[in-house]
C-alpha cells in the first residue's frame, strides 16, 4: 500500500511517482500526499487512459472525487475524464453513458484515479505541482459536503424519479429488442447457406419454439401451472388417505395383540399340573 506521510516533503515520492501535497481545506494543518506519473502502458493496452495525456494518481482518499480532482489538475490544462477506480487495471472505452439508476459501485477506502488531458504537455505541468504549496480540496467556492449535509444530499440523490427510471427502461429494451432482432434476421439469412468449406450451419431451433411475449401465451402458461398444482394437491389427498388407511390399520393389530396376550396369560393361569 502507497499510504503517504503527512510529514513526507511534497516533490519527495517513491521511484517514479512524484509527491503533490494537499489538504482538504484552509484550516486544516496537515497536508496528505497525492502519489502522481505518467501512465505508461502497451499501444491498445488501455484504450480508455491514453499514453503520454494520462496522469496515473495514487493514494486518492474517500472525500476527494473526480470533480475534485478535475477541479485540482485543471490549471495544467483541459481534464476530459477523471476515472476512479479501487485498484489499478486496464479501461476499455464506453460507448454509452453508464446507467443512472443501475450497476452503481461506492468506492470505498483510498483508491488510484486516471486524469485524461488533451494535450500531453499537461502531464508534465501537473507533476510540476509539486513545487507549489499543499493543493485545496475544499474550497469556498468549491465545497465538499461532510457531515449531516452529506448524508442529506446522498438521501436525495437515493431518490428515483419514476419517469427518468421508465424512461431508461424503455430505451434498454427497445436497445435489446433491436439486438435480437438483428441476430435473428442474421440467423436466417444463414441457415442453410454453406460456408467456404462447404459446411452448413445448424442452428438451435427444435420442433418446440419459443413461446411468444403475448398476454394469450402467458395465460396459457398460468393455466397448465394451474393444472399441475391441482393434480399435485389431488395426490397428495390420495397419500393422506392412504396414510390413515395404514395407521387404523396398525391399531387394529396392536388391539389384537393386546387380546391375544391377554387370553394367553389366562390360559396359563388356568392350567392344572395333571401327571397322571
Not at 480508455?48 to 485543471?74: E, I, K, M, Q, W
Amino acid at each position: 500500500k502507497m499510504a503517504a506521510s503527512t510529514g513526507r516533503a511534497a516533490g519527495a515520492g517513491p521511484a517514479g511517482y512524484t509527491a503533490l501535497a494537499v489538504k482538504f481545506a484552509e484550516r486544516q494543518r496537515s497536508h496528505h500526499c497525492l502519489l502522481v506519473k505518467e501512465h505508461q502502458v502497451r499501444e491498445g493496452a488501455d484504450t480508455a487512459h491514453p499514453p503520454r495525456r494520462t496522469l496515473f494518481v495514487l493514494n486518492v482518499p474517500p472525500y476527494c472525487g473526480p470533480d475534485s480532482l478535475s477541479r485540482l489538475f485543471s490549471r495544467c490544462g483541459h481534464v476530459q475524464s477523471v476515472d476512479i477506480c479501487d485498484k489499478p487495471g486496464p479501461g476499455e472505452k464506453k460507448d454509452k453513458l453508464a446507467s443512472k439508476f443501475f450497476d452503481h459501485k461506492t468506492l470505498k477506502g483510498f483508491q488510484v484515479a486516471y486524469v485524461v488531458f488533451r494535450k500531453p504537455a499537461a502531464v508534465q505541468a501537473a507533476k510540476a505541482l509539486s513545487q507549489e504549496g499543499p493543493l485545496l480540496i475544499s474550497t469556498e467556492s468549491h465545497p465538499v459536503k461532510t457531515g449531516i449535509s452529506k448524508w442529506i444530499a446522498s438521501y436525495e440523490a437515493s431518490i428515483v424519479d419514476p419517469k427518468e427510471l421508465k424512461a431508461e427502461v424503455d430505451a434498454y429494451m427497445q436497445d435489446y429488442d433491436k439486438k435480437v432482432a438483428e441476430e435473428e434476421a442474421k440467423a436466417a439469412m444463414e441457415e442453410g447457406v454453406p460456408d467456404e468449406e462447404g459446411w452448413v450451419k445448424v442452428t438451435r431451433k427444435g420442433r418446440k419454439p419459443g413461446l411468444p411475449r403475448t398476454e394469450a401465451a402467458n395465460l396459457r402458461v398460468l393455466e397448465k401451472e394451474k393444472q399441475k398444482r391441482a393434480r399435485k394437491e389431488l395426490l397428495n389427498f390420495y397419500a393422506w388417505q392412504h396414510r390413515e388407511t395404514k395407521r387404523e390399520h396398525i391399531a387394529q393389530l396392536r388391539k389384537k395383540f393386546e387380546e391375544d396376550k391377554q387370553r394367553i396369560a389366562l390360559m396359563r393361569a388356568q392350567r392344572k399340573f395333571r401327571p397322571y
